[in-house]
T-cell receptor, first 112, second 111 residues
Framework: GNSVTQMEGPVTLSEEAFLTINCTYT??????LFWYVQYPGEGLQLLLK?????DKGSNKGFEATYRKETTSFHLEKGSVQVSDSAVYFC???????????FGTGTSLTVIP | IAGITQAPTSQILAAGRRMTLRCTQD?????MYWYRQDLGLGLRLIHY???????GKGEVPDGYSVSRANTDDFPLTLASAVPSQTSVYFC??????????FGPGTRLTVL
């Protein structure tokens, strides 16, 4: 079946530190992969996505590369800011698009 | 453009009561979803609808029902609420390239 596993948090970093949040997946076929961000008290917002192997999604300084050989989609940012404090969810969509599968979320706190 | 709206924002409900959570989208998306979010469990799919007039069960459908009379509205009903249904509920719709768009959520407490 389909599933997503992401690193457990919480993660606490100092401002300007490098961020990596690991995400691996199990899927049949060729899924699309996503990172969503949830700020306190809000719904999930799409951060970035990749729809095929070797694609790199990027947005707001965040990047993730769709690695089929390692079934991974790790989220990275070179220099985090306090405003990046949020919960980050990795997700996959099966190629029919009918259902999404989410990881359990990783809470990130960036301290000044 | 509002995107997805949900109502109420929050609700405290006595066990055994019936409750309907409302969800409306203005993006004309065919597919819509209801999730619950619980600490340590991420988001779990309750029900979904691929198009108006059709619905399907997700991972945790028991105790919930949905209807999809038109494209814009996708209400979620708890027929007889129980404390284990205390959660934050998110409605979502699916647009192009399989991207899902989420509402702001409803925080439900069942006592």
């Amino acid at each position: 079946g389909n599933s997503v596993t992401q690193m457990e948090g919480p993660v606490t970093l100092s401002e300007e530190a490098f961020l990596t949040i690991n995400c691996t997946y199990t899927a049949t076929g060729y899924p699309s992969l996503f990172w969503y961000v949830q700020y306190p008290g809000e719904g999930l917002q799409l951060l970035l996505k990749a729809t095929k192997a070797d694609d790199k999604g990027s947005n707001k300084g965040f990047e993730a590369t769709y690695r089929k050989e390692t079934t991974s989609f790790h989220l990275e940012k070179g220099s985090v800011q306090v405003s990046d404090s949020a919960v980050y969810f990795c997700a996959l969509s099966e190629n029919t698009g009918n259902q999404f599968y989410f990881g359990t979320g990783t809470s990130l706190t960036v301290i000044p | 453009i509002a995107g997805i709206t949900q109502a109420p924002t929050s609700q405290i409900l006595a066990a055994g009561r019936r409750m309907t959570l409302r969800c409306t989208q203005d993006m004309r998306h065919n597919a819509m979803y209801w999730y619950r979010q619980d600490l340590g469990l991420g988001l779990r799919l309750i029900h979904y609808s691929n198009t108006a007039g059709t619905t399907g069960k997700g991972e945790v459908p028991d105790g919930y029902s949905v209807s999809r009379a038109n494209t814009d509205d996708f209400p979620l009903t708890l027929a007889s609420a129980v404390p284990s249904q205390t959660s934050v509920y998110f409605c979502a719709s699916r647009g192009g390239t399989h991207t899902q768009y989420f509402g702001p959520g409803t925080r439900l407490t069942v006592l």
